[in-house]
Structures are given as C-alpha cells and as structure tokens.
C-alpha cells in the first residue's frame, strides 16, 4: 500500500513537472507577445507624439490625414503642380517631409507646368494629367506669373476659378496658392495675390499665402533677365513650405 501511495505521489510529480515544462514555453511566448505589443503601443503613441510637435500649423483635415497615413501604413501622395522645377523648392520639400515624418508618410510627386498660362493649363487638361498620378492632396500654384503679361487679371480669376472646380471634382484635398513674385507696370504682384485669395476663398479651399514672405526689394530673389527666381529665391519659397508642413525651419 505505501509502495502504490509513493508510487502516486511520484507520478503526480512527474505529471506536474511535465506540465510545468509544458507550459513554460507557451507562457514564455504569451509573455514576450505581450511585451511586443506593449512595446508597440509605447512606440505608437511616442510618433503621434513625435508628429503632433510638426502639424502645429496644418489645418485639421491635413493631421487628420498623416495620422490616418501613420496608423494604416499607407502613405499619403502629395502632388505639387508648380511652374518651379522639380529640382526647386519641390525637392527642398520633399526632402524635409521625408527627414521629419519619415519615408512611408507622403510619396511627393511633381507636376512643373513651365511657362503656361491658366488658359493653356485649362486647354491641356492640368485636372487630368493630375489625376493620373493618383494623388490625396494637391497643392496647386496660381500661375499668377505666367498670366500677368498675357492675361487681364479678370481672365485670370476666371480661368483659376474654372480650374479650381475641374481639380475638386476629382474628390481630393485641394491646396491653393500663389506664384513667385513678379514686377508688373499694370497691376502689383500683392493685388493679384489678394485677387487669387478671393476665388479660393469663394470656392472653400485652403490658401498658402507665402507672398508675405518676400522682402519689399527683390534683387537677389529674382533674375534680372528673365524673371525667373535665382536659387535663393526657390529656397525661400521653399522653406515656407517647410515651415507649413512641418513646423521646423524658421522663416526670417
């Protein structure tokens, strides 16, 4: 009887320790799991900490983006349709978003239209050769520039409006703002700007008003031959946007 009741006990100290080193290992996972979700979640809310610090100057619907972009993993392609060159303010831009939010947030595409007009980006379907590259928001230039030797500023408020709705029926975020500076003998550069303002404010879409950034002489902002910003002028311009976007460099 005492040999079947060691017996027993032997048995149920092995079944234990069986058990026992059964279980470890899926204890050990359960808790490692648990870790690396922890660990997750701590780094979840320390990048929506990180990026609240850089939307202090966006519009609501603009973080409310970059944050659906962060917690879904699919970036947000922001498409630049500008008379500046791709190698411009456009790659300054995109290069700080990239350095400030990281690779996967915004896939930045640029669309230079050149020297057009609002009339010729109208006759060469601008709305659709957007389209095509599949944006979530477009930040369009007025090509005030452009017009202002080709156009009266009524045509060109006009023409803006038209292309305005044209670029809000493809259902993306819209951006407006100005061109470059320009010296005009018919009309200020300020009053086409403020014009422009007026027809984005008519039809409800943000403006970026970065003429406010411009000194009153433009010298070493603007080539004397042919208009066109000096590299100085692009960075300037670019670091508006920057500071926009990401609320890091200091406009002086």
């Known amino acids: 009887m005492k040999a079947m009741v060691g017996v027993n006990v032997a048995a149920a100290v092995l079944c234990g320790a069986v058990m026992y080193a059964g279980t470890q290992p899926w204890q050990e996972q359960t808790e490692a799991q648990a870790s690396e979700m922890k660990s997750a979640v701590v780094h979840k809310e320390k990048h929506f900490s990180d990026v609240s610090a850089y939307t202090r100057n966006l519009p609501d619907f603009i973080t409310r983006q970059i944050e659906s972009a962060i917690a879904t993993k699919k970036p947000l392609t922001l498409v630049l349709a500008t008379s500046a060159k791709e190698t411009g303010w456009p790659q300054q831009l995109k290069k700080e978003l990239e350095a400030t939010y990281g690779s996967d947030v915004f896939i930045v595409k640029t669309l230079s239209y050149g020297s057009q007009t609002t009339g010729e980006l ?3 379907h601008i ?12 930040l369009f230039e007025a090509p005030l520039k452009n017009d202002y030797q080709k156009l009266t500023l009524d045509d060109t408020l006009k023409n803006t409006d038209e292309l305005i709705h044209q670029l809000k029926d493809l259902k993306k975020t819209l951006m407006l703002q100005p061109s470059q500076p320009y010296i005009s ?3 200020s550069y300020e009053e086409g700007v403020e014009a422009i303002r007026g027809v984005a404010e008519e039809n409800w879409v943000h ?16 080539n004397k031959n042919d208009g066109r910003l000096t590299k100085k002028g692009g960075e300037v311009w670019g670091a508006y946007l920057v500071n926009w976007f990401t609320d890091k460099e200091k406009i002086d």
């Not at 008003?209 to 603007?222: A, D, F, R, T, V």
Request: avoid cysteine; hydrophobic fraction near 40%; glycine fraction near 2%.
């Open 122 to 124: 109208l006759s060469s």
């Open 127 to 138: 709305a659709d050769q957007i389209n095509q590259l599949q944006p979530n928001i477009i």
């Open 185 to 187: 003998q018919t009309e």
């Open 207 to 222: 403006y970026l008003n970065h003429s406010l950034i411009w000194p009153l002489h433009l010298g070493e902002y603007i």
